[in-house]
């Protein structure tokens, strides 16, 4: 499971961050790390889920993971970025712009496998300041029981909220 969440913690690195000509690349690596370790609140079922590193949180068995972020990117960056560069062992099913809580979010939609096994896979990008947003991930065993699938539409419900 560690290695799951690696592997989607990697993707979601790569497709948000963004090389910028006044900063470092260890400058950029230094932010993306304080923001990562900024706690968000957050609904959790903690019958369902324990916590795994601050704004990550993993089931036992079946699989699922919920994890939250704060990214050093603007909203019209991350757009560009969801559009142009998808993971190819990630199958995009849906991508685009909706309206979550009164807010306007991206999201993507998707399968992939690790492991053996095949996960469902929805992320969502919010706008928080100018060149902040922070981005949610919901992972879950593709068959899982529903309550698994109701707990992280909760969890991502209770991030995305107008500010």
Do not use: R
Not at 130 to 135: K, Q, V
């Amino acid at each position: 499971m560690k290695k799951l969440i690696l592997l989607f913690a990697i993707g979601l690195m790569t497709l948000t961050i963004q090389a910028q000509d006044t900063k470092s690349d260890e400058d950029k690596m230094a932010q993306y790390m304080e923001l990562m370790s900024k706690k968000i609140e957050m609904e959790v079922d903690t019958a369902l889920f324990i916590e795994a590193t601050p704004n990550t949180y993993v089931s036992e068995s079946p699989k699922a993971v919920i994890m939250a972020m704060y990214v050093p990117e603007s909203y019209e960056n991350s757009k560009k970025k969801m559009n142009e560069n998808a993971d190819p062992a990630f199958q995009v099913s849906d991508k685009g712009e909706t309206e979550i809580n009164g807010v306007k979010v991206l999201f993507m939609k998707g399968t992939s496998s690790a492991e053996g096994v095949t996960m469902e896979s929805e992320i969502y990008c919010m706008e928080i300041e100018d060149e902040l947003c922070m981005m949610f991930l919901g992972l879950t065993e593709q068959g899982i029981d529903a309550k698994y699938v109701d707990a992280v539409t909760k969890a991502m419900h209770s991030v995305i909220k107008k500010k």
